[in-house]
């Protein structure tokens, strides 16, 4: 369980998107990293600036769709996922803090949270998602949801 302190909106490991090269799987070691991990196209290296959209993001219990867009606003950094066919091409807005780990190579970010929490998160406001008071409720649904596990 986290911390009732937990803040959604803050990256837990900056160094995931300039590293984070292991590979996901059940035959890959988490610390592995492949050999020229940073000399190819894929690796990006420290300080690089890196784009998420496009990355898939998976869930505790399988995909849930793609990156859409990404924010690097410093005080409250988020992903907008596309969720495709799953949840009727809903889109929704993620809490970098939900981010486990950024799997550059697979391009595959991975997050903590079930599928079925990201479906009841709140609506996506297409207009205000950007907006101060709609990252708080969407901050405060995330930070329950660490509460009751």
Aim: proline residues 10%.
């Amino acid at each position: 369980m986290q911390p009732s302190t937990f803040n959604p909106w803050t990256w837990r490991d900056p160094s995931a998107l300039a590293g984070g090269y292991a590979r996901s799987g059940p035959d890959a070691a988490p610390s592995e990293a492949p050999e020229g991990a940073g000399d190819g196209p894929d690796a990006p290296g420290p300080g690089t600036p890196v784009d998420l959209v496009g990355y898939r993001v998976e869930a505790t219990d399988g995909r849930i769709g793609a990156i859409d867009e990404a924010s690097d606003d410093t005080d409250a950094p988020w992903l907008v996922v596309d969720t495709g066919p799953w949840i009727f091409g809903r889109k929704v807005l993620l809490p970098v803090g939900t981010v486990t780990r950024v799997d550059h190579l697979d391009r595959t970010v991975h997050v903590d949270r079930t599928r079925q929490q990201v479906k009841e998160s709140p609506a996506f406001d297409p207009d205000g998602y950007r907006e101060r008071d709609y990252r708080d409720q969407v901050g405060d649904y995330y930070r329950e949801t660490y509460r009751r596990n």
